[in-house]
C-alpha cells in the first residue's frame, strides 16, 4: 500500500509563512499531484495542482500567496504558502489529481491565528 505522508503544519500569525512536504512511497513522476485542504464542517477541497512537467494552478483563494511545488526523484510534493490568512486554517492533504489514486494521509494541521 502507498503511504502518504504530510509535514511541516503548526500555529502561526496571520501574515507569517510556512512550507508542507509530502512524501510518497512510490514513484509520482507520471501523476498530476495536488494539495487539498479541508476546514471543519467543510469539505476537502484542492488548493494547487501541478502537473509531471511542473506546470502549476492555484485555487483562486490563494492564487498568489501559495506556490506549489515537487521534486520527482525525491517522490515529494511541496507547499509554500506566504501571507497567510484566517481562512487558511484547516488540515492539509496531498494526493494525485483529478483522480485521488492514493489512499489518504493523515493529513497536517495548518492553524494561523494571532
Known amino acids: 500500500q502507498v503511504q502518504v505522508v504530510e509535514s511541516g503544519g503548526g500555529l502561526v500569525q496571520p501574515g507569517e509563512s510556512m512550507r508542507l512536504s509530502c512524501e510518497v512511497s512510490r514513484r509520482i513522476g507520471d501523476y498530476n499531484m495536488g494539495w487539498y485542504r479541508q476546514a471543519p464542517g467543510q469539505q476537502r477541497d484542492v488548493v494547487a495542482r501541478?502537473?509531471?512537467?511542473?506546470?502549476?494552478i492555484y485555487a483562486d483563494s490563494v492564487k498568489g500567496r501559495f506556490t506549489i511545488s515537487r521534486d520527482n526523484a525525491k517522490n515529494m510534493v511541496y507547499l509554500q504558502m506566504n501571507s497567510q490568512k484566517p481562512e487558511d486554517t484547516a488540515v492539509y492533504y496531498c494526493n494525485t489529481y483529478v483522480a485521488n489514486i492514493f489512499v489518504w494521509g493523515q493529513g497536517t494541521q495548518v492553524t494561523v491565528s494571532s
Open positions: 501541478i502537473t509531471p512537467a511542473g506546470i502549476s
